[in-house]
């Protein structure tokens, strides 16, 4: 079993529609979560982070991390062509200096 | 400000030469990680150093992978008699370290190496 899981797609959603990506880790020492995102041939971009149970919102975007349940996910609002991309979920221990990234979800949003 | 560079960009290499990857982290970053990427793949996490000390060797994949950083700044990974199955995208990336949890990793562009 991987420490960070993450559906490996392809999802695809047509645009403007709700995308929503799953990630769950194995780590309970985890503390704080990310999601990046990776576009073909370039490095990973941060999109947010979070830390506390519940949900946060930047623009289009809202994670959710429920650290009883070992999961996070990333909603997408509003969806458009250039968020087609592939999807990390990161997970840190910072006691152990560790972070645990997934292989990805390649999103696809149809025109 | 400067973000994360690394250097070369690209390398190809014949089957069981020594190839070294820089590093160079942005000004006050503590913390510097590498990571491996192959083709239509996740990151692989290689290596992290905490300034100059490195408390999480785990992920080096063999001997021949080794890494060192110098001045809280810099790093190199060198990978010895280079196999084809080291060919992949190596990522650095660095971060504050900072207490909290909140702590982003910036990553660098990347050197593409092909062993031939």
Not at chain 1, 22 to 30: A, E, F, I, L, V
Not at chain 1, 60 to 71: E, G, I, V
Not at chain 2, 43 to 68: M, T, V, W
Not at chain 2, 90 to 99: D, F, H, I, W
């Amino acid at each position: 079993q991987k420490e960070v899981e993450q559906n490996s797609g392809p999802l695809s959603v047509p645009e403007g529609a709700i995308a929503s990506l799953n990630c769950t880790y194995s780590d309970r020492g985890s503390q704080s979560f990310f999601w990046y995102r990776q576009y073909s041939g370039k490095s990973p971009e941060l999109i947010m982070f979070i830390y506390s149970n519940g949900d946060k919102e930047d623009g289009r975007f809202t994670a959710q991390l429920n650290k009883a349940s070992q999961y996070v996910s990333l909603l997408i609002r509003d969806s458009q062509p250039s968020d087609s991309a592939t999807y990390l979920c990161a997970v840190t221990n910072t006691n152990a200096g560790k972070s645990t990234f997934g292989d990805g979800t390649t999103l696809t949003v149809k025109p | 400000g400067a973000g994360v560079s690394q250097s070369p960009s690209n390398k190809v290499t014949e089957k069981g030469k020594d190839v070294e990857l820089r590093c160079d982290p942005i000004s006050g970053h503590t913390a510097l990680y590498w990571y491996r990427q192959r083709l239509g793949q996740g990151l692989e996490f290689l290596i992290y150093f905490q300034g100059n000390s490195a408390p999480d060797k785990s992920g080096l994949p063999s001997d021949r992978f080794s890494a060192e950083r110098t001045g809280e700044s810099v790093s190199t990974l060198t990978i010895q008699r280079t196999q084809q199955e080291d060919s992949a995208v190596y990522l650095c990336a660095s971060s504050l370290a900072t207490s909290g949890g909140t702590d982003t990793q910036y990553f660098g562009p990347g050197t593409r190496l092909t062993v031939l």
